[in-house]
């Protein structure tokens, strides 16, 4: 066998093996690239209900009376009043907000985007540990795959005829997004060695919020009792 015809077939053995994956982390990757319009991973449900209005009393006897009459399981973690008659009710990742006086409550809570979450798990290394080297065995299979692709075919469709404009095009496209997007005139480069004209663009960006958070965007988007998607 030669090393030509081995390569096709570790190409495609590998290429098959790293299929699933490889939608895993395409269509994560799509998603978390819009996190700054939405949050991929959760999505903030917002329930309204109605309950025979609690009297004024001490904060206390209220938050007991709401959990009562709410349904709710059990004791709050804690609890606030921004005014007499409106008490909030923190539990274990979601809250209850309830006016009192009008008998109205509602409640927020926080769930997991179908398939999504998962990938995002997945995706951005949440579990850590053995996963950590399992996600850096598929970047290896990837790095050999786009190398190993390159002389899976000969002559003009090959690396020798169009494929090497094709792969000069593929190698071109980020070179010249570093260009655009860190070197601006006056600027020092994307690593952030002073800031330049643009207020400090090369400087390193601050990590985003946690998947596991539910964003300020998930809070708009929900904006009413049906949760946006």
């Known amino acids: 066998m030669n090393w030509r015809r081995l390569n096709n077939v570790l190409h495609r053995d590998l290429g098959y093996l790293a299929a699933g994956l490889t939608l895993v982390y395409a269509i994560s990757g799509v998603a978390v690239n819009h996190r700054h319009q939405w949050n991929p991973s959760w999505k903030l449900e917002v329930e309204t209900r109605t309950f025979a209005p609690v009297p004024v009393s001490d904060r206390d006897a209220m938050t007991a009376a709401l959990v009562e009459r709410l349904a709710l399981p059990g004791p709050p973690k804690s609890s606030f009043r921004s005014a007499p008659h409106l008490v909030e009710l923190f539990y274990e990742g979601w809250s209850v907000k309830a006016d009192a006086a009008a008998g109205t409550a509602t409640i927020e809570k926080p769930r997991g985007r179908l398939a999504l979450r998962e990938m995002n798990f997945l995706h951005l290394n949440e579990p850590k540990g053995l996963w950590t080297w399992l996600a850096d065995v598929y970047a290896v299979i990837l790095g050999f795959l786009a190398i190993s692709g ?13 494929g090497k404009w094709l792969a000069g095009i ?26 330049g004209r643009g207020g400090g663009r090369g400087r390193p960006q601050a990590a985003g919020p946690s998947p596991a958070r539910v964003s300020a965007s998930s809070t708009a988007a929900a904006g009413s009792t049906t949760p946006h998607p």
Do not use: M, Q, T
């Open 170 to 195: 593929g190698v071109a496209i980020p070179l010249l997004a570093l260009v655009f997007l860190l070197w601006r005139p006056g600027d020092r480069g994307p690593r952030g060695e002073g800031e």
């Open 150 to 162: 390159l002389f899976v075919l000969k002559g003009k469709n090959g690396l020798s005829g169009r």
